[in-house]
């Protein structure tokens, strides 16, 4: 199978959503099958570079949150391109520029096109223009009309197929497929980071992994950690990303004169991921605006447990507290953390953190996805009256400029 993935976030940015994709082409591609990958511009990957089976577009850092990027222009080329490779269907995981291109080229080819609705618009929209451009109340309108014509939408939890339901997508399908995990590329240490950090061997770490953005709630991990001192006195956390909301965690935690129990890391190459698991005792999250349990299933296929607060989607893997604990609030989330720093590893609690990440490794994650590919495939039905040109109108190429210039913008 040819499969086109649509993106306006991959490798060399940092996000679970270029991991995800990531994951699903290496698996993909193990199975024989050819994937291409249409993506940005970065600034850090030099154009005249050549990477085999991935084509970039001109794009632009999005305003409001720039280590995002857009695309302007490209959309005649992804059509000649993509018609070039014969895809057989498209997979976006936009709803914005590369989304909007991969539904187009889907149009042109006549092919189908399926989607990853990866994240909860609600908590995102305060770094678009600050909330006056697009408010929570308009995502649902927003969501509907980027799937309109759409052949499938792959939900990567039971929150998100709840919410693609409740803002009135019914009428295609929406299969739950987990991401996976590249559990094997988590295996092998590749750094020493208790000499980096000067960190004795034995002692209890707590680390807070991902984006720092406001919703993901970390002033609540440091408060916690912060009384967890008081008993745990040589006690570390690791913070390890970056994002707008690190100025103000680095002043709370200058505020509450934990720079030496307290670090940030930055940001941080996939390929050193697994050797900040395996430097923690736990993985600990405070957010609440997860859609999908990606960093969870790195921290248990690294071998260590995670505290998180109650999803639809964790609810289901937590079946034992040798793989985590979930809680409602803060209290809870501080008592877990320090349970988990204090917890002793066993054998035991090894055997069933792997069986646990074995029904959502790389695999299986590829399987479940190809399995929707097919289904979608066989059931794909041309329109009989669609119109045959690979002309555009001009009234398609304004709407489409207008779209890619400010995604938000309404008719």
Known sequence: MKIGLFTDTYFPQVSGVATSIQTLKDALEEQGHDVYIFTTTDPKVDKHTPEEGIYRFSSLPYFGFKDRRLTFRGLIQAVEIARE????????????????????????LKIPAVHTYHTM????????????????????????????????CIAPSERVKESLLSYG???????????????????????????????KPGTPVALSLGRLAFEKNIAMTISAFSEILEQLPDARLIIAGDGPAKKSLQEQVEDLGLQDSITFVGMIDHDQVADYYRLATVFVSSSDSETQGLTFIEALASDRPFVAIHSPYLDQLVTDPAIGQLVDDYDA????????????????????????????????FANRVLAFYREVIDNYQQDENSDDSDQ????????????????????
């Open 333 to 364: 989330f501080r008592d877990a953390m320090q349970a988990y720093l204090q917890r002793p590893a066993t054998e035991a609690d090894r055997q069933i953190r792997q069986a646990a990440v074995k029904n959502v490794d790389a695999t299986t």
């Open 121 to 152: 618009y609600e908590d995102y929209t305060h770094y678009v223009a600050r909330g006056m451009l697009l408010k929570p109340s308009a995502v649902s309108h927003l969501v509907k009309a980027y799937l309109k014509s759409m052949d499938g």
């Open 169 to 199: 997508v019914d009428d295609i399908p929406i299969p739950v497929i987990p991401t996976g995990v590249a559990v094997k590329e988590l295996g092998a240490g590749k750094e020493d980071l208790h000499a980096k950090y000067g960190i």
């Open 392 to 411: 555009l109108n001009d009234d398609e190429i304004g709407y489409i400029k207008r779209l890619l210039r400010n995604p938000f913008r309404r008719n």
């Open 85 to 108: 490779l014969d895809l057989d269907i498209v997979h976006t995981q936009t709803e914005f520029s590369l989304g909007l291109i991969g539904k187009y080229v889907a149009r042109r």
